[in-house]
């Protein structure tokens, strides 16, 4: 994998551009141990965008998010130990749901509307949307880059206020088994 180049993106600077709000275009991906045990996820996409009214989460049936996680970073496989699927999809009224495979600890995919609580034991998932949890200085970046000194604010942050849509992830780290690092 050294050899290969990569290419990365986030916040509507998506490789080849695609466009703004459209459910591809991936923000940001969070993951944490919590102090009570459990393993949280966030990935957020189709954003930012300004708030307007009865404005609701970005949707495709043709974009399938997957979490790969690796238990075992020392194995040296590089390769995810886990991967947790997430897709939606829309039923004969028009309304939105998500289904989710893979979850440690389970079995079935989990299957339930858009911004509603889906709980399954310990397992706990929410798909909606949000104000985009990134903080960044859009015009300390840029002056930083025009005068070679580092010009950032943290009293400023271009993304206050914008949503984005969230898919959030919480299950017991326990379940990701012994190699778990907590």
């Given at each position: 994998?050294?050899?290969?180049?990569?290419?990365?993106?986030?916040?509507?600077?998506?490789?080849?551009?695609?466009?703004?709000?459209?459910?591809?275009d991936?923000?940001?991906?969070?993951?944490?141990?919590?102090?009570?045990?459990?393993?949280?996820?966030?990935?957020?996409?189709?954003g930012?965008?300004a708030?307007?009214?009865?404005?609701?989460?970005?949707?495709?049936?043709?974009?399938?998010?997957?979490?790969h996680v690796?238990?075992d970073?020392?194995?040296?496989?590089?390769?995810?130990?886990?991967?947790?699927?997430?897709r939606?999809g829309?039923n004969?009224?028009?309304?939105?749901?998500?289904q989710v495979?893979?979850?440690?600890?389970?079995?079935?995919?989990?299957?339930?509307?858009?911004?509603?609580?889906?709980?399954?034991?310990?397992?706990?998932?929410w798909?909606?949307?949000?104000?985009?949890?990134?903080?960044?200085d859009?015009?300390g970046?840029?002056?930083?880059?025009?005068?070679?000194d580092?010009?950032?604010?943290?009293?400023?942050?271009?993304?206050?206020?914008?949503n984005?849509?969230?898919?959030?992830?919480?299950?017991?780290s326990?379940?990701?088994?012994?190699?778990?690092v907590?």
């Amino acid at each position: 994998w050294q050899d290969n180049d990569a290419n990365a993106a986030d916040h509507t600077d998506p490789p080849g551009r695609i466009t703004a709000g459209d459910a591809a275009d991936i923000g940001d991906l969070y993951a944490w141990h919590g102090a009570d045990g459990n393993m949280r996820m966030v990935l957020t996409f189709a954003g930012p965008a300004a708030p307007v009214a009865d404005q609701t989460g970005t949707w495709d049936a043709d974009v399938l998010y997957g979490f790969h996680v690796d238990t075992d970073p020392d194995d040296e496989d590089y390769g995810a130990d886990a991967n947790i699927w997430v897709r939606f999809g829309q039923n004969d009224a028009d309304q939105w749901g998500m289904q989710v495979t893979g979850i440690p600890g389970t079995t079935e995919p989990i299957v339930g509307a858009v911004e509603t609580m889906l709980e399954e034991g310990d397992v706990k998932i929410w798909a909606g949307l949000r104000e985009d949890p990134f903080f960044f200085d859009l015009q300390g970046f840029q002056d930083t880059l025009a005068t070679g000194d580092v010009s950032f604010d943290n009293t400023r942050d271009t993304f206050a206020g914008a949503n984005i849509t969230a898919i959030v992830i919480e299950f017991p780290s326990s379940a990701l088994g012994s190699t778990n690092v907590a």
